[in-house]
């Protein structure tokens, strides 16, 4: 039987987790299918999902350019490299773990 929901938990370091009301962790459900759609939510899904509801800073581009993880942001699945796992293009799992890290700073 399926479920409604894929819950997954979303990990913020390097600074990043100041844009997510200064949560480094964060636990969210999303919907088993991308709204409008009947595909799975994959990572790109995610980061929409991120910035339009849970990102507390008005400088998205820290984040994202072009609706993509911006150059400087590291992103892990289940502790792998997203470029071994399809990048923004995997379909995430009940239990993952998604953590972005900020290799940007300013000096």
């Known amino acids: 039987?399926?479920?409604?929901?894929v819950p997954i938990?979303?990990?913020?370091?390097?600074?990043?987790?100041?844009m997510f009301d200064n949560k480094a962790s964060q636990k969210i459900?999303?919907?088993s299918k991308v709204p409008g759609t009947s595909e799975p939510p994959n990572v790109k899904y995610l980061?929409?999902?991120?910035?339009?509801?849970?990102?507390?800073?008005?400088?998205?581009?820290?984040?994202?350019?072009?609706?993509?993880i911006r150059p400087g942001v590291l992103a892990l699945i289940n502790d792998a490299d997203w470029e071994l796992e399809g990048e923004d293009?995997?379909?995430?799992?009940?239990?993952?773990?998604i953590l972005f890290v900020s290799t940007l700073h300013g000096g």
């Not at 938990?9 to 100041?18: A, I, N, P, R, Y």
């Not at 980061?47 to 993509?68: H, N, P, Q, S, Y």
């Not at 293009?89 to 773990?97: I, M, S």
């Open 29 to 31: 459900q999303l919907p």
């Open 89 to 97: 293009q995997y379909v995430l799992q009940p239990g993952d773990t």
């Open 47 to 68: 980061l929409k999902f991120l910035c339009d509801e849970l990102m507390t800073d008005t400088r998205k581009e820290l984040f994202v350019l072009d609706d993509a």
């Open 9 to 18: 938990t979303v990990q913020f370091s390097g600074g990043l987790e100041l």
């Open 1 to 5: 039987m399926a479920t409604d929901i």
